[in-house]
Each structure stands twice: as structure tokens, then as C-alpha cells.
């Protein structure tokens, strides 16, 4: 455990010359980081704990989630340069991963690189058989970690006995983990993802200590907790006081927690409130790769980077560079869309820079795009 100092500094001594140039007072990303508009520095201090997922050992706590539709290879490298130190990739359906063999799929979805290792696939099905079968092939593609999803709230794949389904199914849902878990080498982590319930009944809580325990006992490596329930899918509050209290009971059991860390500040808030083993970046690390950056610098009581223009400018161009090769043009702009509205946020001007990426349909357009509202004056 290292000791480290949270501090938050004046935004004087945060911003270079270049940042007082572009103007970002006031734009989303100020309000985020919650920079203090006070001359003092208050600090808190934070026990920064060692976050292992059985025999990998990372250097920081904070990590990127897995993400549908966002965390693929271009993302994840993205984050890995700037500063996570482990990355999950997107979900994906243990029959899906079982299906295909090798093409395009298999570039953009089971695709994992020297660079951006340790990376984790998450798996999604509802027979331990299939699941085992796509472990071992993720494995087999280069994956330092297979998760197990038991949290996603989507309607047809509840309806098809998956994801967050399995919170009301502990049996099977050990059953399916200690099946991968024996499957895979055993230096390969397996970890689990769950929602705290699928509802707030107490029936829902006894199942969730069920499987916690039920896993670990099968060999899970640690379980990443998101605060929210099935039912609540993203609306109201992640409750971080279940979070707290389910590492409380897990002891030296590794556990994450997820939930509304939309800042660097909060992923190191729910650290020292919860005292779990790390947290997972998820809404708050789309189109924002820099809080992991921002997350190091707060924990060794150093001022949060504040990406320039420039800065945001460089990373865009690699994005998309990344996703161009990944997933072809067409592809590339559809994604890149998505993201570059997210990027926006850190932009002075933010609902204009959002509006002239919602038209881009070609990468033509994108470049014309980040060469008008990229470009320093
Ligand atoms: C667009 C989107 C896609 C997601 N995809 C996945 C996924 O593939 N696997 C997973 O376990 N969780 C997924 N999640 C859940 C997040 O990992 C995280 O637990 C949740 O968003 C709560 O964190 P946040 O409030 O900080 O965003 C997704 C969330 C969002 C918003």
C-alpha cells in the first residue's frame, strides 16, 4: 500500500500558456476534473491500494471498463498511451466468439496487441460449455484475463438468459465460472462482473453474496461490483455504500467498483471511500482517454493534465487512424462519430464542435472537421 497525498490545485497552475490561449474556462472538462475556483489546497490523503487480478500485478487502480460499441482495439490503445494500466474489451457472445474463425470479425472484435496488453475479454453467455469453449479461444488469441458478464441489463439479452439475467440464477452462474475457470490455463485471471442485484429485493441481495462468494470459491480472481441493479439499467445513482459494504465483506478478495466515475477525482474518491482494490473508467473514460493521466497525476498530489487543443487534436487523428485500420472507413466514420461527440466535451466550444461531428459521414469530412475546430488560432 503507498501513501499518497489528493490534491487539488488552484486552475491557475493547472493550465500552460496555450491552455489560457484556447480558452477552456468553463467547458466541460473543468467542471468535471472539479477544479477548485479557491486559492487554497485542500488535500486528502488516500492509501493507494495494490490492485492484483490473481497473478497480474498493476501498477495504478484505475482501469478502463469494458465498454459495448466503445472499448475496442483503438480505445483500448488510446487508453493504454495515456495511462491505463489494463483495459477490458467490449462484451462479446460466448456462440459469437465460438463462430468465427478468422477475417474482419476476428481483426475487430478478438484482436489484442503486444502495445496494449494486459487486456481482458469479456464473455457473455448462458451454458458453461459454450462459455468454457470461448474462454480457451480468447485465450488462445492473446487475452491476458477473461470476465465474466453478469450485469448487462439489455432486454433481449435478459430475454435469452444472459448477462444481468444471471444475478437471479447463482447456481448457474457458478456453474459457468467455475466451467471457464477450469478451462483456461491457470495463470490466466478470471474475473466477474455483476450489478448488485437485479432488483432491490432482498432475494436479489442473498443471490449476489451467493455468487460473490460461490465464484472466488471456484477460483474467480476478483469481481468487479457496479452499484446500480439490473432493473435501474443507468438511471439514478450507482450506490458506492454497496460497494463499500461488499468489500468490507470480501476481505483480501480483489474487488472493483464501477460506477458514476465520470472524473479522475471520483475514480480516487471511490477508491478511499469504499476502500476496494481499483475501479473500472467507463462513461468517464469515453472521449476522455486523459483520466487515467489525470488520475496518476491527482494521486501523486500533482496538478490533473488538461489536454490542449493540440493535444486533443493528436489523440483524434490516432483514434481514428487506429479505427480506420481496424474497422475500414465507413466503419471507422460511424464509430468515430460516436466518440468524436464525446470528445467534444473537452472542447471550448463544445456544442458546436458536437454538432459538426454528428454530420460526418466520410474521412474527408472528419479531417475538414478537426482542421476547423482543432487548429490553434
Ligand atoms: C455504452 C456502454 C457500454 C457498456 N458495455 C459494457 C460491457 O460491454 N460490459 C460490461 O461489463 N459493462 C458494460 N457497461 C457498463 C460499464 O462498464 C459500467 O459498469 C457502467 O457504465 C457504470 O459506470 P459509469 O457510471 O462510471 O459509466 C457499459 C456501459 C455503457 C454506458
Known sequence: MGICQVRECPKKRVWN?????ANLGGSLLENDLQLPRMTSIPTMTLQLPQLRLGSLELDFPVVQAALAGYSDWPMRVIARRLGAPYTMAEV???RFVLSVSRGRKVGRYIRVTDEERPCGAQLMGSASDECAAAAVK?????FDVIDVNFGCPVKKVIGKGRGGYLLGEPKTAIEIVARVRDAVPPEVPVTVKMRRGVDDSRQSRDNFYTIFDGVFQHGAAAVIVHGRTVRQRYDGKSSWQFVREVKRHAGDRTVLGSGDLFTARKCLEMIAQTGVDGVTAARGAIGNPWIFQQAR?????????????EQQRDVLVEHFRLA???HGPTRACRRMRKFGIEYS??????DAVRAAFLTIANPVQWRKTLEQWYTEP
Not at 17 to 21: N, V
Not at 138 to 142: D, I, P, R, S, T
Not at 345 to 350: A, D, E, G, S
Open 324 to 326: 480506420e485500420a481496424t
Open 17 to 21: 500558456s496555450r491552455h489560457r490561449r
Open 138 to 142: 480468447l485465450v488462445e488469441a492473446g
Open 297 to 309: 497525476a491527482l494521486a501523486a498530489g500533482l496538478a490533473p493534465i488538461v489536454p490542449t487543443l
Open 92 to 94: 462479446l457472445l460466448d
Open 345 to 350: 466535451r473537452l472542447h471550448p466550444q463544445p
